[in-house]
């Protein structure tokens, strides 16, 4: 039996090899739409670069090896990751997520899901109890995000995980906050982990992907149908992007990780802070389940200054010098944002704030610059409070 790679090696070598023509390292990009055949359905395995492509053949070996999967998927985006999930269901099921989640999936679930007759409940998943008080015998799917956006709750993968296997449900874990690098939710028992390639795991701001990585034969078929079917696929070029970011993903995660504690470390102990959202505090909720499925604590950090309005949060974002004021997450650079007015827009605002999405709220994700420039920055940005 061969002997598994630790996590930093399998970044660059798991589910890879060297290209088979030429013994190029990199997967070379295959930009070809078709692929010719000696006979009519006779080809070297990829006829048709929408039911798969060499690229991103190598991108889905290398999402699977990373998560400790078996089978990896690559999307156009983490939505188009999410609507494959989705279409496994049918009229009349149920799914329960969670009631902090990213504006775009809660906009997917009810604008476009709900209609088709899905029901969706969104539940404070910090406590497992109240899941299994929402489930019923409709129940087909649980869509957890942890750490989730923006709020930073962790939720107790392995708990949850019990209970969907209690009741024979599909247990489905958005992993973009945390990557594999932190955890690594297949080993806690989920059915499908779930990636925004776009961030951490491309890194560089410079891609729109998604990943969904499974290990049971049957439902990787089915997802594999969807995926040709529907046909919202990675493209070669941004396959080879992903790839190539994966190859970095730990040691950026690292700088992240650390640069992130120490930006929380910051905002915490100044005056004009009333909140912090970040898992690595002691007296954050379900820190204790945090310490025991994630490896560190992330570079993602949420937080509301004292008295602060929609005003007051916008006069900051809008002052960052270094933070780039912009949607997303994850690439090397820092970015901030206004949940209420970006990322979570979309989300009713009676809605966004029973979760404490608020127009105060500012989300930082914090890069790998130098973190005396990050604090320098955001020192002369919070002076605009007065």
């Known amino acids: 039996m061969k002997k598994p790679l630790r996590f930093n090696t399998n970044t660059i070598h798991g589910g890879q090899e060297p290209d088979k023509a030429y013994g190029a390292v990199m997967p070379p990009i295959y930009q070809t739409s078709t692929f010719a055949q000696t006979t009519p359905g006779g080809h070297k395995g990829f006829e048709y670069s929408r039911s798969g492509n060499p690229t991103r053949h190598a991108l889905e070996k290398g999402l699977a090896s990373i998560e400790n999967g078996t ?168 396959s080879y992007l992903v790839l190539r970011g994966i190859k970095t993903l730990h040691v950026r995660m690292q700088r992240h990780c650390e640069n992130g504690a120490e930006i929380a470390r910051y905002l915490r102990s100044h005056p004009a802070m009333e909140k912090v959202y970040w898992p690595g505090f002691e007296d954050h909720p379900n820190h204790e389940v945090a310490k025991e499925q994630m490896n560190d604590f992330g570079g993602m950090i949420s937080f509301v200054p004292k008295g602060a309005n929609y005003a007051d949060a916008v006069r900051i974002v809008e002052s960052l010098k270094v933070f780039t004021l912009a949607e997303s997450l994850g690439g090397v650079e820092s970015l901030a944002g206004h949940p209420a007015s970006m990322t979570h827009a979309s989300i009713p605002k009676e809605e966004r704030e029973k979760s404490g999405v608020t127009d105060a709220l500012v989300r930082l994700s914090v890069g790998i610059e130098d973190a005396r420039d990050l604090i320098e920055d955001l020192e002369q940005a919070l002076s605009s409070l007065g």
């Open 71 to 238: 089978y990896g998927l690559a999307f156009a985006s983490g939505l188009a990751a999410m609507d494959a999930v989705i279409k496994l269901l049918s009229p009349g099921d149920e799914i329960i997520s969670t009631n902090d989640l990213y504006g775009g999936s809660y906009r997917l679930f009810r604008k476009v899901f709900e209609p088709f007759g899905l029901h969706f409940h969104f539940v404070d998943m910090k406590d497992t109890g109240r899941i299994e008080s929402a489930i019923s015998e409709k129940t087909k799917l649980i869509w957890v995000e942890t750490p989730t956006n923006p709020m930073m709750n962790v939720i107790d993968i392995r708990a949850v995980a019990e209970l969907a296997q209690k009741h024979k449900i599909l247990l489905a874990v958005d992993n973009t906050f945390a990557t594999p690098y932190i955890q690594q939710p297949l080993d806690l028992g989920a059915d499908i982990v779930m990636h925004s390639a776009t961030k951490y795991l491309g890194g560089h701001s410079d891609v729109v992907a998604g990943a969904l990585v499974v290990r049971d034969p049957d439902l990787a078929d089915r997802l594999y149908f969807i995926q040709n079917a529907s046909g919202a696929v990675c493209g070669p070029m941004d």
